[in-house]
């Protein structure tokens, strides 16, 4: 069992008496990309300039390839950050921006110039090397930023929302450009998102915080497939949670009123979680008996699917239905019957 | 559109030139016009330039006045001595300065403004009865030599009034603020990321200091700099009141050419030429700077 790349052990921070970060640790391995992923105000930059060594932290410490280097000042850690707001330098141009820290390391000029060309062949940039900051765009920006780090070849990369500052379309394009850049270079990525889409398409594990703890770490498919709690499942996509009711033996979910039949494990789990897509409706056609049937009570189409909100007995919960053939487009209307169906291997239970 | 605004409004526009011409292009002119006049008693204290006589229309204006200034060695030393006053003061403001707007600069809001507010106070009192404070304060009974002969570091008063060092003391006090403000002004604005940015990529704080804070608050230096130099170059008050008889300073010199030797053609002459030898390094410097900070915009 090899150690991990990056470990952080007990981390712990304060700000005037506010928790920042409690007791936070973390495993991260090598040329993974890891999204550190929660609202505003939980910890994750926090953490981020901790592990750039911008802050100290209160306790804890901080291991890089099995090196502590918790005391570490930035300027000689063997990473780079790119900031939210990419902080290039005003008054220097392209070149001068991405030399900068190239500049500061003992090497050749000749060895400079090679490196500075090679990351701005990497990153498209020819052709602006002498532009000044401002007279470039915010997507050019972003990759001037990107080059200032990767030229230094840091053997970490953290990026601080690194795609919050482009517009949407520019930023799915963009999202591939990172992934496909970080499989070239083998570069572990630490990302600080609020954007769970963003984590969830770039990162190979995420951890999920919330008031300075992590509350959940795994890769995208476990965090939305299974998440530890209501938070988690209301924080990535659209939750419909459901209580559990466990009579003789007997699995109920409550606002269904729906007898669960297939499932082995038959521990006293209070809650279950079907996630939209899994539910399907469908008009309904003449009285059925053995399903249930809701209301719909609002239709949202948005092209490759549609979002139906539905009542049973006054509960109300989502489903969203693919609209694979042009003619399902708006068949289902407001207050509609509708015939709910689901596959039972579909629902996660969990204790809350 | 356009055009309606600038028939309506020419007045708008034009009242400051108006005023330019009126306080400053005037009286310019009429200084001018003394320091090539003659001098002779009366009231006032020079000849005409341009009189009738028998002989019909008769000049007298003369180049004396700057040929004599410019070969007494007394003058050209007197303003060799104010600008190094100017030189020595501008650059004392700027070390002491620049901390004081970068930490105020930086500091909380709530604070800051605590701060800035500290910082203007001085001015809601005159300046005069603040350079008077200092001559109580450096004066032989004053308090520092009180205090030094009651702890025992000096026996009998020290002499710190009178001095071209009292001088330069006085002329930081009263011109620090001018320096602090500017400089202030452009380090409020600067993106503390910057910094963070310059340390993760490698640079030792003196290399980001010199690097990328510097270099980015030089339009406050520049500007607190000219505050500071360009009236301290003409300080008469200071050097008055706490100068002694070791440096002569051009302020004083023009004072006592006006109003002691009662000599206005030499006094304007003096002065005319402060302002050239001082207005044209300026325009020079300014137009190197605009190209700059165009380049950097």
Known sequence: MSEPFLQIIDVSKRFDNVVALDKVNLKIEKSEIFSLLGSSGCGKSTLLRIIAGFEKPDEGRILLEGKDITKLPPYVRPLNIMFQNYALFPHLNVTNNIQFGLKEEKISKEEINHRVNEILNLLELNGLEKRKINEISGGQQQRVALARCLVKKPKLLLLDEPLAALDKQLRVQTQFELVNLQYKLGITFIIVTHDQEEAMSLSDRMAIMKNGEILQVGNPVEIYEKPKDKYIANFIGTANIFNVLNKNNQIIIKELNYEVKNINNKENYVKCLIRPEKISVKKLENQSDNLNIGVVKEVAYLGSYTKYLIEVNGFEFYSFMQNSLVSDNLQIRWDDKVQISFNETSIYFFND | ?297
């Not at chain 2, 025992?152 to 001018?178: C, D, K, Q, R, W």
């Not at chain 2, 044209?280 to 165009?294: D, G, R, S, T, V």
């Open chain 2, 1 to 297: 559109m356009i055009k309606n605004f600038k028939k309506q409004n020419v007045w708008f526009v034009f009242t400051p030139y108006l005023w330019l011409v009126l306080f400053f292009f005037v009286p310019l002119a009429l200084i001018l016009k003394i320091s090539i006049s003659v001098s002779e008693w009366g009231m006032p204290p020079y000849r005409d330039l341009f009189s009738l006589s028998e002989n019909g229309l008769e000049i007298n204006s003369t180049l004396g006045n700057y040929l004599f200034i410019f070969s007494d060695p007394f003058y050209i030393r007197s303003y060799l001595n104010s600008l190094s006053l100017a030189f020595t003061s501008t650059l004392l403001c700027l070390l002491i300065g620049y901390p004081i707007a970068f930490y105020v600069a930086k500091s909380k809001t709530s604070i800051r403004n605590i701060l800035l507010i500290m910082l203007i106070i001085p001015f809601w009192s005159s300046f005069l009865l603040r350079v008077y404070a200092w001559k109580v304060l450096l004066q032989g009974s004053g308090i520092i030599n009180s205090i030094l002969i009651h702890i025992g570091l000096i026996s009998e008063p020290i002499s710190m009034l009178h001095n071209h060092y009292a001088v330069i003391l006085g002329v930081v006090y009263t011109y620090l603020p001018f320096m602090i403000l500017p400089l202030y002004g452009y380090l409020v604005k600067f993106d503390l990321n910057l910094i963070d940015a310059s340390n993760d990529l490698g640079a030792k704080p003196l290399n980001t200091f010199v690097k990328v804070i510097l270099p980015l608050s030089l339009p406050g230096i520049v500007a607190g700099s000219m505050l500071v130099f360009i009236p301290v170059v003409g300080e008469y008050i200071i050097p008055e009141m706490l100068g002694g008889s070791d440096k002569l300073y051009f302020g004083k010199i023009i004072w006592d050419e006006f109003f002691v030797n009662r000599d206005w053609p030499i006094a304007s002459a003096l002065a005319m030429s402060g302002i050239v030898i001082l207005v044209f390094p300026i325009i020079i410097f300014q137009l190197m700077y605009a190209k700059y900070n165009f380049k950097n915009e």
